[in-house]
Nanobody, 128 residues
Framework: QVQLVESGGGAVQAGESLRLSCAAS????????MAWFRQAPGKEREAVAT????????YYSDSVKGRFTISRDDAKDTVYLQMNSLRPEDTAVYYC?????????????????????WGQGTQVTVSS
């Protein structure tokens, strides 16, 4: 069983930065896909960034490309989301997810149905 615990959320002003962390525990060996999703009130959950732990290839939604960076530290079993130049529209609950995606990674890793394990979420609020 894999457990994911997010941290690092908070309230910031537009233009500021935050770094989210996702600590994983349990057997994560088969979960090559790690991702950050977000869900704003009244909206569907959407993928923000994904990383293939077999290749370290990363993928981003168009809305965050160039501003957010996903990375991982194997020694700490932790995945990070560095968020720069935050905007009010980035306000949402951010979720960490782990799953197995062995084919068509760029496309399928952006789909929430590919993920088996989810964290509890951390709130990010950006004010203008």
């Amino acid at each position: 069983q894999v457990q994911l615990v997010e941290s690092g959320g908070g309230a910031v002003q537009a233009g500021e930065s935050l770094r989210l962390s996702c600590a994983a525990s349990g057997y994560t060996g088969r979960s090559n896909a790690m991702a950050w999703f977000r869900q704003a009130p009244g909206k569907e959950r959407e993928a923000v960034a994904t990383i293939d732990t077999y290749t370290d290839n990363t993928y981003y939604s168009d809305s965050v490309k160039g501003r957010f960076t996903i990375s991982r530290d194997d020694a700490k079993d932790t995945v990070y989301l560095q968020m720069n130049s935050l905007r009010p529209e980035d306000t949402a609950v951010y979720y960490c997810a782990a799953g197995t995606v062995l084919v068509a990674f760029p496309r399928r890793s952006m789909n929430s149905s590919e993920y088996t394990y989810w964290g509890q979420g951390t709130q990010v609020t950006v004010s203008s």
